[in-house]
């Protein structure tokens, strides 16, 4: 009986999840999106990692660390550009953007130097 | 002009006699006339000497050139080389030519060469001639002028023998020649100068001897004793080398001074009744010095050593000493010299071959009976005389001769007792001679010796002269000797100079693998070569094979090491990394469908012209710094510049999107 309700109860989260995701504005699902390319980036890497040996362990972590760290960025591009989030209220999301791109070249850099 | 005379000789041993046969001969001053000449040019070079300009050629070289040519002629003819009669009739008109010049009374001497038939129309300024050389003699000072005027009296005198020719002053000439001796045997040039010299010795004896023969009534004996002692005084100077050659050296050189003393004695001798007694064994020894001579290189030394070799080889052979030819069979005081060799000087033990001896005058004719004795411990009675071939054999062989050197010490006895004061020869002749034989080898045996201790670990025995293998084992711990005797046909040992041992690989020469040998087994060839000059055979005994084999493995050496300092890592397999290239493109893609499905658009990209310019910039310049892949400086460099370009486009497109959206907002 409980495992019955424990798993309608994850079903009925993971719907209402659904729904409520389907709600949120299209520029944030794209965000949400580039966040879920850059992770997998990251985890496919980590696992030729595993498998290959960790040799040039420069260029992993370079790889590894740009994924991250994009997703990180966008992450906060996201928070600053959500129109629910009261803090961030007069900030315009052009600046936001504006931050986006600049951290990301900044950390582009880093990373490219980092490869080796 | 300057006349050189040179001393350069070559040694050259043993001392053998010139072979040629003899004539009588006539012999022209040539040296004398050339001595003048150089002397009459040092004199004209001392007053001029300041001056030192040069002068064409003169007279004088004509002179000497005559000389020299004259000089080279009688050598030639000494050694009975040229006989052409031609030459003897051109030189005469020549000489007749140079006659007619001022001094013509030293050309007098030439002029004797020519036969007296061709000069009859010359009678007159013959007896001109002489007259100016007795008158000449009379007034003479140096020694070279008495030198010159009797001796060319002596020559005229001994050419045309019917002509009656005497020195009329001879008493009075002869002590003011002897005034220019010394007590030490030596002679000066003139009164005033002091300077003295052998060579002037010997120029003093000829014109002495001249004197004497020329003297119508005799010189006083008590004269001609001082001189026999002056003589014995000059000897006293005499030089030796150690191989028993005599020479007398002066400023001259030792050929010319050498040559001149011996004119000068053999002349005298002949010349004085009583004779001389000089030490045999010194004659013997400038015979000696001569013969050693060689080849002069010089034409002067050459016509000095030849005309002294023809005074020594027989009286009648000096020039000087023609006229007295009716006397030399009686008065024979000068005694020649008798010079023994060998033609070869090895005896071949195998051959036994007798020793042969020549025994011969300096310039090679025969010599009268005598027999040749071998002064050594050796069984050897005596010699025969072949008289065909002029040589000596010893009788028998000598028995006990065994291969080696020796020195076999020769003694000359002549047969008559008469020919004792006649002939000189010297008291032993030494010889070195070298016995060879065939050298056999036996007893050769191979051992291996521990290398410390020298033991010896095994041995066999093997026959050289026989084509047989040994084999023998040795590590490179040890030694192979090879040890054989050798010995002589008398049974003794002999040691020979040089021993080679080679050892030959059968794949390669022995002398690469030096250092390998302690391994490498395998077949050898052995090759020992005996060197000396005495075997007559070198032993060459070739061996065949030895097989030396190796109880411990082969070492070689290790791959060569090259360094590196890490080992490289392992860099996964290609494919692996193709594929999971493939899998980092799949997320990419999968964020690109997921834009298409949520329906992205660029609807709000700016249409306007200026807006839409650095919107593109905008992003043309994101991807120009997302594609830098330079190093840290250079990138931060143009990252400097391309962001300050960023920074403004960038500004304009983002300041016109807010504005629009802001636009929007409010409407």
């Known amino acids: ?116 | 002009m300057v006349l050189r005379f040179s001393s350069s000789f070559a040694l050259s041993s043993p001392h053998s006699p010139l072979t040629t046969d003899t004539r009588r001969l006539h012999l022209p001053s040539m040296m004398v006339g050339g001595l003048l000449r150089f002397l009459v040019s040092l004199l004209a070079v001392a007053i001029c000497n300041a001056a030192s300009i040069s002068q064409p050629i003169s007279e004088s070289h004509r002179s000497a050139a005559l000389d020299f040519a004259l000089c080279t002629w009688r050598t030639l003819e000494i050694l009975g080389i040229d006989k052409k009669s031609d030459l003897s009739s051109a030189t005469c008109e020549n000489v007749v030519k140079v006659l007619a010049s001022p001094s013509s009374a030293l050309r007098v001497n030439g002029i004797l060469k020519c036969k007296s038939g061709e000069d009859v129309p010359k009678v007159n300024s013959w007896t001109l001639s002489v007259s100016k050389l007795q008158a000449r003699a009379k007034d003479a000072k140096l020694l070279l002028d008495f030198y010159y005027s009797v001796r060319g009296l002596v020559l005229v005198k001994e050419q045309f023998s019917g002509t009656d020719l005497s020195l009329a002053d001879a008493e009075a000439i002869f002590p003011s020649i002897k005034a220019l001796s010394q007590s030490d045997g030596r002679w000066r040039y003139s009164s005033n100068n002091p300077e003295s010299s052998t060579f002037g010795a010997g120029l003093a004896f000829e014109t002495l001897a001249g004197v004497i023969s020329l003297a119508p009534s005799g010189i006083d004996q008590s004269m001609i004793q001082t001189l026999k002692t002056g003589i014995l005084k000059l000897f006293d100077r005499i030089q030796k080398y150690d191989d028993g050659t005599f020479y007398f050296d002066d400023s001259e050189g030792p050929i010319s001074t050498t040559a001149s003393v011996i004119r000068g004695l053999t002349s005298f001798s002949a010349s004085e009744s009583t004779g001389l007694n000089l030490p045999g064994d010194k004659i013997v020894g400038l015979a000696k010095f001569f013969l050693g001579v060689g080849i002069p290189g010089d034409a002067k030394d050459f016509f000095n050593q030849i005309d002294a070799l023809a005074c020594l080889e027989d009286n009648r052979q000096c020039y000087f000493l023609a006229l007295f030819m009716q006397f030399l069979f009686v008065l024979f005081q000068f005694s020649v010299p008798l010079i023994l060799s060998l033609p070869s000087t090895v005896i071949s033990l195998t051959k036994k071959e007798l020793l042969k001896v020549k025994v011969s005058t300096v310039l090679g004719s025969k010599a009268p009976a005598l027999s040749v004795k071998v002064a050594e411990a050796l069984n050897s009675k005596g010699s025969k005389f072949d008289a065909d071939s002029a040589t000596y054999f010893l009788d028998s062989f000598p028995k006990n001769l065994d291969v080696g050197k020796y020195t076999f010490v020769f003694e000359i006895l002549l047969d008559e007792s008469a020919n004792e004061k006649a002939y000189v020869t010297e008291a032993q002749t030494k010889v070195p001679i070298a016995a060879t034989g065939a050298i056999s080898i036996e007893n050769a045996e191979t051992a291996v010796l521990d290398s410390d201790v020298g033991s010896v670990e095994s041995q066999k025995k093997l026959d050289l002269t026989k084509d047989e293998a040994v084999s023998l084992s040795a590590n490179h711990l040890q030694k192979l000797r090879l040890s054989f005797q050798l010995t002589t046909p008398l049974g003794l040992v002999f040691k020979p100079h040089q021993a080679f041992l080679k050892l030959k690989h059968e794949s390669q020469d022995f002398l690469g693998l030096v250092e390998k040998l302690y391994y490498l087994s395998g077949k050898y060839e052995i090759q020992l070569t005996i060197g000396d000059d005495l075997p007559e055979r070198p032993e060459k005994a070739p061996l065949p094979p030895l097989q030396p084999t190796d109880p411990y493995s082969r070492y070689g050496p290790k791959a060569e090491i090259s360094h590196i300092f890490c080992v490289p890592e392992k860099l996964p397999a290609k494919k692996v990394s193709l594929v999971f290239l493939g899998l980092i493109v799949l997320p990419f893609i999968g964020f690109l469908i997921g834009l298409t499905r949520l329906g992205a658009n660029i609807k709000s990209f700016p249409s306007s012209i200026g807006a839409a310019t650095s919107a593109l910039l905008f992003h043309g310049g994101i991807g120009a710094v997302l594609l830098l892949y330079l190093d840290l400086f250079t990138t931060l460099k143009a990252l400097s510049l391309l962001g300050v370009f960023l920074l403004f486009v960038g500004h304009s497109t983002l300041s016109h999107l807010a504005a629009a959206s802001n636009k929007l907002k409010s409407a």
């Open chain 1, 1 to 116: 009986m409980a495992r019955s309700s424990t798993s309608k109860d994850a079903q009925d989260l993971f719907h209402s999840l659904r729904s409520a995701y389907t709600a949120t504005p299209t520029n944030l699902k794209i965000i949400d999106m580039y966040v879920c390319f850059a992770v997998f980036t990251a985890l496919i890497q980590v696992a030729y990692m595993a498998l290959v040996g960790s040799f040039p362990f420069n260029s992993f972590l370079s790889g590894v660390l740009s994924c991250i760290g994009t997703a990180v960025l966008a992450v906060c591009l996201r928070i600053q550009v959500n129109k629910e989030n009261k803090e961030f209220k007069d900030l315009a999301p052009e600046r936001a953007f504006a931050d986006f791109v600049l951290c990301n070249l900044v950390l582009h850099l880093v990373i490219i130097n980092f490869l080796g």
